[in-house]
């Protein structure tokens, strides 16, 4: 498995941005997608953005699209994500999340992915 440690959270106010990031612990990290998770107190976690291995393509959920991008940096093994425009409703535990042989079909899924940080909270609040 693969150690992912998120970090960037914070309290903003809506219409901020905010970049998270997550670091991982292993030397094949271009061999893994990775991807973006948040659950809300009380619901469900749900998908927010992923990225295929290599650097290839990108996913995202309707709620954050033209406003979050997901990136990587292979040399830094780390994954990226902007926020921008935020909104109360994007109020969450974030997570970062990393698996191998995920197709197309499955980057949404968080079942998909064998390994998971512990998260970063973010609040979106006037």
């Known amino acids: 498995q693969v150690q992912l440690a998120e970090s960037g959270g914070g309290l903003v106010q809506p219409g901020d941005s905010l970049r998270l990031s997550c670091a991982a612990s292993?030397?094949?990290?271009?061999?893994?997608?990775l991807g973006w998770f948040r659950q809300a107190p009380g619901k469900e976690r749900d998908f927010v953005a992923a990225i295929k291995r290599y650097g290839g393509s990108t996913f995202y959920a309707d709620s954050v699209k033209g406003r979050f991008t997901i990136s990587r940096d292979n040399a830094r093994n780390t994954v990226y994500l902007q926020m921008n425009n935020l909104r109360p409703e994007d109020t969450a535990v974030y997570y970062c999340?990393?698996?191998?042989?995920?197709?197309?079909?499955?980057?949404?899924?968080?079942?998909?992915?064998?390994?998971w940080g512990q998260g970063t909270q973010v609040t979106v609040s006037s």
């Open positions: 292993t030397q094949s990290f271009r061999s893994y997608s």
């Open positions: 999340a990393a698996g191998q042989g995920l197709i197309t079909s499955t980057m949404h899924s968080g079942a998909a992915y064998g390994s």
